[in-house]
């Protein structure tokens, strides 16, 4: 188990609310989002302020569901793999980012999903320190 977990606030929007989880006080999703060009960090952050605002069901070509659970987000080759959290209903939990290369996913980054899904499921949603 991981020595410090939490699950913070990312985007707020007017119908969901985007967390992201923090593993042993590191988030792993800043060196991949700062290895992206411009342009794709651009797409990710249009994707997930879209889906706060409109929800997940605005596009079946952005957003779709991987298995029981497990939906991804579509921003060009990234994907964004999150689920609902089951005790807050309208908050989304992204568990990590990656480059998809090929058709189908590749099985180590689902199995990574789902054992995040594990782990953000016993926490509660937070406000960054010194949050809005």
């Known amino acids: ?12 929007g007017s119908v969901l609310r985007i967390c992201w989880l923090e593993l042993n006080q ?3 999703y800043e060196p991949f989002f700062d290895s992206l060009t411009n342009r794709e ?23 779709k569901k991987i298995d029981d659970r497990i939906f991804e987000i579509k921003a060009g080759q990234i994907r964004i793999p999150f689920f609902y959290h089951k005790k807050y209903r309208n908050y989304i939990v992204i568990t990590h980012m990656f480059r998809k290369k090929q058709d189908e996913w590749p099985p180590g980054e689902l199995n990574r999903a789902n054992k995040r899904m594990k782990i ?3 926490l509660k949603p937070m406000e960054p320190q010194g949050g809005s």
Do not use: P
């Open 41 to 63: 960090q651009k797409k990710v952050l249009y994707m997930l302020n879209r889906i706060t605002n409109f929800g997940v069901n605005w596009s079946q070509e952005k957003c």
């Open 26 to 28: 590191k988030y792993d």
């Open 120 to 122: 953000a499921e016993t």
């Open 1 to 12: 188990m991981h020595k410090k977990c939490n699950l913070w606030y990312l985007i707020r």
